[in-house]
């Protein structure tokens, strides 16, 4: 039972609006993939889940621990340097699939895996954390899963079946664009960069102004 719910909890806090930063980095990292690539989609978003699990897990037994300002900065960089890369890589790293996708899946995920922490740990008591926490993986596994289902069929829907003059490196560049824009914005608007780089820049102009 304890299982289950957990498992709902995961799945609804991955599919949840109010938390799309961590969609808009599974549209970034899908974004070059159609219907047809998607083995290597599987073993990329499988990759972020592992690096989110660890992660996930230290920082629940409170073994890592690190500033929620932070935190919600590192996520949407890692959205942005995500729909980056996709739009200035060439067709032919994108064929190749080279490892180095899988490993910055998986360092990723480690980043957002101390983000989803801030989500579970206030709802779990030491003594029964494993069950807690692979329902919670496991259901935010299908919630990921669900959005790259989504994301192929539009990609797919799109470019081969619809033909309406839409190559891939449109979509991949419309929508990395579009993560990209929106994970800049989150970035500006954390709390870690006001606090630490808009707030300084403010303090040493009003002591220029002033001394």
């Not at 930063?21 to 990759?47: E, M, N, P």
């Not at 989500?119 to 926490?133: G, H, N």
């Not at 994970?183 to 220029?208: D, M, P, R, S």
Request: charged residues 15%; aromatic residues 14%.
């Amino acid at each position: 039972m304890e299982f289950w719910i957990y498992l709902q909890m995961g799945f609804a806090h991955i599919t949840d609006l109010g938390g799309y930063d961590h969609i808009l980095f599974i549209l970034s990292l899908c974004a070059v993939y159609q219907w047809r690539d998607w083995r290597k989609v599987l073993v990329l978003v499988t990759a972020f889940t592992i690096g989110h699990s660890v992660t996930l897990a230290l920082a629940v037994f409170n073994i890592v621990r690190l500033p929620k300002d932070f935190i919600e900065f590192l996520i949407p960089v890692t959205i942005v340097l995500t729909a980056v890369a996709n739009v200035f890589s060439r067709e032919e790293e994108k064929g190749n699939h080279s490892y180095t996708r899988y490993f910055f899946a998986m360092f990723f995920g480690l980043i957002h895996g101390l983000g989803f922490s801030n989500f579970l740990r206030a709802m779990l008591m030491k003594s029964s954390m494993v069950v807690p926490l692979l329902g919670f993986n496991i259901g935010l596994e299908i919630g990921q899963l669900l959005v790259v289902v989504i994301v192929l069929s539009l990609a797919s829907l799109l470019v081969t079946v619809c033909k309406i003059g839409l190559v891939m490196r449109d979509w991949t560049n419309f929508l990395s664009g579009a993560a990209a824009g929106i994970g800049l914005i989150l970035l500006l608007n954390t709390a870690f960069w006001t606090k630490n780089v808009v707030g300084k820049t403010k303090e040493e102009a009003f002591y220029k102004e002033n001394l």
